[in-house]
């Protein structure tokens, strides 16, 4: 009997041995992706702001509310892609003035890596884009090294190297910091006169937008906990003369949204490591103990 015991107990083992790397490193690997289904509503505020008002004509300083919310589209998830969309509406609380600035991003990316995918109609505001690099997330178990990230008002990817390690709200995170340079992003019409500029009619100006984007990461999952974006846009005319700031703003995760991003990465984190760590770990012991015990069963029951 007890040789029988121990058989089964050693074929148990077995199984949980063989069990334990299937699960971390096949298993695993594929269930941890970002969701087809995403819904996410994050909040920013800018103090001290100033931009051109095209409604007024004149430049006006106040405080901003910006709204960004994110939706998957699930109907163009297939495979490895997954598709969202990301829509940011901008207000100013200070002067009343509503949608001072709205912007529409369409993304597809690699739903495991988080690099984006150029399909399914990516665009900003219906004007079409490639996206490169990291588009909503940085990586699953992010390093401390340079990764590409996707600008939505450049249309292109740019650095965000590494600059340390910090805690957030109780969470250990990693802290991208990105440049973007002086890029021209729109050439529009405006009254000679709104500009500084004496003369009538009006007169072609150039935005130029440049920004420092600093990301707060937790590793593990990826996902972006706290930001701060410092934008600089100018309107130049063709001589290359700077006449009126578009926007100027620092641009922060309120604290209410730092709160919550915190709370989904940290559940995010406990439930991949459970899943590469936690569970995997825990079959192994299981299975060498029952293999050690089979073992000893099999040769006293011989």
Same mark, same amino acid.
């Given at each position: 009997?007890?040789?029988?015991?121990?058989? =089964?107990? *050693?074929?148990?083992?077995?199984?949980?041995?063989?069990?334990?790397?299937?699960?971390?490193?096949?298993?695993?690997?594929?269930? @941890?992706?970002?969701?087809?289904?995403?819904?996410?509503?994050?909040?920013?505020?800018?103090? +001290?702001?100033?931009?051109?008002?095209?409604?007024?004509?004149? =430049?006006?300083? !106040?405080?901003?509310?910006?709204? *960004?919310?994110?939706? !998957?589209?699930?109907?163009?998830?297939?495979?490895?892609?997954?598709?969202?969309?990301?829509?940011?509406?901008?207000?100013?609380?200070? &002067?009343?003035?509503?949608?001072?600035?709205?912007?529409?991003?369409?993304?597809?990316? &690699?739903?495991?890596?988080?690099?984006?995918?150029?399909?399914?109609?990516?665009?900003?505001?219906?004007?079409?884009?490639?996206?490169?690099?990291?588009?909503?997330?940085?990586?699953? &178990?992010?390093?401390?090294?340079?990764?590409?990230?996707? &600008?939505?008002?450049?249309?292109?990817?740019?650095?965000?190297?590494?600059?340390?390690?910090?805690?957030?709200?109780?969470?250990?995170?990693?802290?991208?910091?990105?440049?973007?340079?002086? /890029?021209?992003?729109?050439?529009?019409?405006?009254?000679?006169?709104?500009?500084?500029?004496?003369?009538? !009619? +009006?007169?072609?100006?150039?935005?130029?937008?440049?920004?420092?984007?600093?990301?707060?990461?937790?590793?593990?999952?990826?996902?972006?906990?706290?930001?701060?974006?410092?934008?600089?846009?100018?309107?130049?005319?063709?001589? !290359? @003369?700077?006449?009126?700031?578009?926007? *100027?703003?620092?641009?922060?995760?309120?604290?209410?949204?730092?709160?919550?991003?915190?709370? #989904?990465? #940290?559940?995010?984190?406990?439930? @991949? /490591?459970?899943? /590469? #760590?936690?569970?995997? =770990?825990?079959?192994?012991?299981?299975?060498?103990?029952?293999?050690?015990?089979?073992?000893?069963?099999?040769?006293?029951?011989?």
């Amino acid at each position: 009997m007890g040789r029988v015991v121990g058989i =089964v107990l *050693v074929g148990i083992g077995a199984f949980l041995v063989t069990l334990s790397p299937l699960l971390r490193f096949q298993v695993a690997e594929r269930l @941890i992706a970002a969701p087809a289904d995403q819904y996410l509503v994050t909040t920013l505020e800018a103090e +001290d702001a100033e931009y051109f008002s095209a409604g007024d004509l004149k =430049v006006l300083k !106040g405080s901003l509310d910006i709204t *960004v919310t994110t939706k !998957g589209d699930v109907r163009q998830a297939e495979g490895d892609r997954v598709v969202w969309e990301q829509f940011t509406s901008v207000n100013d609380k200070t &002067n009343n003035r509503s949608g001072i600035l709205l912007t529409e991003f369409r993304g597809a990316f &690699n739903k495991y890596t988080g690099e984006g995918i150029n399909c399914c109609g990516t665009s900003v505001d219906e004007k079409p884009v490639a996206p490169s690099g990291q588009v909503f997330q940085f990586p699953f &178990n992010a390093e401390k090294k340079t990764y590409k990230v996707f &600008n939505t008002v450049t249309g292109r990817a740019f650095d965000a190297q590494f600059a340390g390690e910090e805690v957030v709200n109780g969470l250990p995170v990693y802290r991208y910091e990105q440049i973007i340079p002086a /890029t021209k992003i729109d050439t529009l019409e405006v009254p000679a006169s709104a500009m500084g500029i004496d003369k009538s !009619g +009006d007169v072609e100006v150039e935005r130029w937008y440049d920004a420092r984007i600093t990301y707060w990461v937790e590793p593990v999952s990826g996902a972006p906990v706290k930001q701060e974006q410092r934008r600089h846009d100018v309107l130049k005319t063709a001589d !290359g @003369i700077e006449r009126k700031p578009a926007l *100027v703003a620092t641009a922060r995760y309120t604290p209410q949204t730092v709160d919550e991003m915190v709370r #989904t990465a #940290t559940d995010a984190k406990n439930q @991949i /490591t459970l899943l /590469t #760590t936690s569970i995997p =770990v825990a079959l192994l012991v299981a299975g060498l103990v029952l293999l050690a015990v089979g073992v000893v069963f099999a040769m006293r029951g011989g």
